[in-house]
């Protein structure tokens, strides 16, 4: 049983710098723009309560939640909102103790467009082994995974132009998100295979997609599978995208997947999120994320400084707070 969601660590991608030259399509090429999608808010009572111990002057998170009403009914079964209702009190309660607070600002459902229920996360181009050179989040930052044509539709499509677009965490309800990375076969780097996962959540971190993502939608993280049992997921996902990290914990450096009953970004059912550079600067690095802000005594929101260099794991914006290994 996989508590808390596949994510994404051995994926290596090609470097979206390359540009093509900017001639119009043939008309064969013209696709119908996506109709609008009409979101209504629900369940604002229990929004409520849930944000009911927020604080002013408290670093915060704004998460917004979309819950596509057309989703199949067996993946509505696997992913029920009260299911995730549920997950994102429990996220509060894991990040509370390091004095960061999470406001839902809404919960919305609609119908959306069928071919944005089932996506790959990455583009083909951007798949590699990670059988390069430097650690994985040196790899990643020389190759970054890019999205896929289909994830990146789905998410300029669900996701609304607002103001803040770009410091807001999004969760989408989704059917399937497939996740593709390359397992060495024998250790000596030279056979791969590729295996294809069907995720149950996934952050889309800057880790690992840096700035191939638009601003705009970068704040994106996928729910595919409610964990019953840890109700971990969105606690797990939220710390890949704040804390900027992929399956590490004290001594362990980043894997693919490895089970733990300690530590929020392992398998399992922790959920400490460690300081000091023995804790890989879990904490410090979760208060420097570009998603959190303040409000000042007038309301307004004091945001974080943003990322210098893309956000991978040792953009500038971290200072010390890394980990060199190999
Ligand atoms: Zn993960």
Request: proline share 6%; net charge negative; charged share 20%.
């Amino acid at each position: 049983m996989i508590n808390k969601l596949i994510c994404a660590v051995m994926l290596i991608g090609v470097s979206s710098g390359c540009t093509s030259p900017s001639v119009s399509p043939p008309p064969t090429d013209v696709i119908a723009e996506p109709r609008t999608i009409i979101w209504t808010t629900i369940k604002a009572a229990e929004v409520a309560a849930l944000n009911a111990d927020l604080q002013a002057g408290k670093p915060t998170v704004d998460v917004g939640l979309y819950y596509p009403s057309n989703l199949h009914e067996d993946a509505r079964a696997i992913l029920p909102l009260e299911g995730l209702l549920e997950e994102f009190a429990n996220a509060k309660r894991v990040f509370e103790p390091t004095g960061i607070q999470l406001n839902l600002l809404w919960l919305k459902t609609g119908t959306v467009d069928p071919g944005f229920l089932a996506i790959n996360s990455t583009s083909d181009r951007s798949q590699m082994p990670s059988g390069g050179y430097g650690n994985l989040y040196v790899q990643r930052s020389q190759t970054p995974s890019e999205l896929s044509d289909g994830a990146l539709a789905a998410f300029e499509g669900i996701i609304e132009p607002a103001d803040n677009n770009s410091r807001t965490v999004y969760l989408l309800a989704l059917q399937n998100v497939y996740m593709t990375f390359f397992e060495n076969l024998d250790d000596t780097g030279r056979n791969w295979a590729p295996k294809v996962v069907n995720t149950s959540g996934l952050s889309f971190p800057s880790y690992m997609y840096g700035d191939t993502i638009p601003d705009r939608i970068r704040g994106v993280i996928t729910l595919t599978k409610h964990d019953s049992k840890n109700k971990l997921t969105i606690a797990h996902e939220l710390g890949h995208k704040l804390i900027n990290v992929s399956h590490e914990y004290k001594a362990i450096g980043p894997q693919h997947e490895i089970r733990s009953d300690e530590g929020l970004m392992l398998y399992g059912s922790g959920s400490q999120i460690p300081s000091g550079k023995e804790g890989r600067w879990h904490q410090e690095r979760l208060l420097l994320s570009p998603y959190l802000y303040r409000l000042d005594k007038t309301g307004k929101q004091i945001w974080n400084a943003d990322y210098e260099a893309g956000g991978f794991y040792y953009d500038p914006l971290y200072g010390d707070y890394t980990i060199a290994f190999e």
